[in-house]
């Protein structure tokens, strides 16, 4: 879609929630070089603010620096209060704890961390700003899984959880405001190259991508279907993980392909 047509549409203003850095930078690069302001949500404060920077300079668009951490219970409120006084017309979750190893081996109060910023935060924040984005009758929500919540993921069970509900609820809200003009995306990544995978596999994984090869692919899909998967191998896994291979296979497959990534 042409910049002016996709700042008409979900303008002026995106919220990037986990927009700092990794997938989420790429993200906020994106909106910003098409011309909308974002809005930037990271709990590393300085990250946020030279991100917000960064954009402001180079594509000459305004920015709010939200720092907060998505996994507090309050953090829905929080972030719709600190939102309130720009006109969201794009909203992207992408923000992602993925606690890594055995599941009795991982602190409980890292689970709920997890559970927190995967899925009570987005869930909540979506249903508190989606009544005004239904409103403008030109809107977006894309919300980031990922390929881990297309079979059980050992090592890596509760993120692998926490994905997959968010593709049934994206899934599901799609078909709610279908014909609302609410565009409604899940996009769930294999691989992407960030500095959150750099630092837990040195090897590169099957059908690996760049952020901004996720993120472009992604956004040209938003307003076509409920769901994405970017990258050909990466389809070609999801419909062997989802609806060719009996559980047992897909199981084992997605524990040798995610061997090697530490938590
Ligand atoms: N990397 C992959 O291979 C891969 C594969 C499939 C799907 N994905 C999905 O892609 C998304 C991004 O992944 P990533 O590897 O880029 O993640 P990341 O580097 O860990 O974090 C991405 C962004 O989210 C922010 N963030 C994380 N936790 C937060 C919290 N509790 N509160 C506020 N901000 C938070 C980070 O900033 P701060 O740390 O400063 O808060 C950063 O800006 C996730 O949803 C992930 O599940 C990634």
Redesign the pocket.
């Known amino acids: 879609m042409p910049s002016d047509d996709f700042v008409a549409k979900y303008g002026p203003w995106a919220l990037v929630?986990?927009?700092?850095?990794?997938?989420?930078?790429a993200w906020t690069e994106a909106f910003a070089k098409r011309g909308l302001n974002v809005a930037i949500?990271?709990?590393?404060k300085e990250?946020v603010e030279a991100k917000a920077k960064e954009i402001e300079n180079r594509h000459g668009v305004s920015t709010l620096s939200i720092v907060?951490?998505?996994?507090e219970s309050s953090a829905p409120n929080e972030l719709v209060e600190r939102v309130t006084g720009i006109d969201l017309g794009l909203v992207v979750y992408?923000?992602?704890?993925?606690p890594g190893g055995k599941f009795e081996k991982v602190e409980g109060s890292t689970i709920r961390s997890a559970i927190s910023?995967n899925v009570a935060t987005p869930t909540l924040l979506i249903h508190q700003l989606i009544p005004k984005l239904l409103s403008r009758k030109n809107a977006g929500v894309i919300l980031?899984s990922?390929?881990?919540g297309y079979a059980g993921s050992s090592s890596l069970s509760t993120y692998g959880a926490t994905?997959a509900y968010l593709r049934m609820l994206g899934e599901a809200l799609w078909e709610e405001n279908r014909g609302s003009g609410l565009d409604i995306l899940v996009t769930s990544?294999?691989?992407?190259t960030?500095?959150?995978?750099e630092s837990r596999s040195d090897k590169k994984i099957p059908g690996q991508l760049g952020?901004t090869e996720i993120v472009e692919m992604s956004l040209a899909h938003l307003g076509k279907g409920p769901t994405f998967v970017p990258g050909g191998l990466n389809q070609f896994a999801a419909m062997l993980l989802g609806r060719i291979l009996p559980r047992k296979a897909a199981t084992s497959l997605m524990r040798k392909s995610s061997s090697g990534i530490s938590s």
Request: net charge positive.
């Open positions: 929630a986990g927009g700092s850095d990794g997938l989420g930078a949500v990271g709990r590393r990250l907060l951490d998505l996994s992408n923000a992602a704890l993925s910023t980031v990922s390929l881990a994905k990544p294999g691989a992407v960030t500095p959150g995978l952020p």
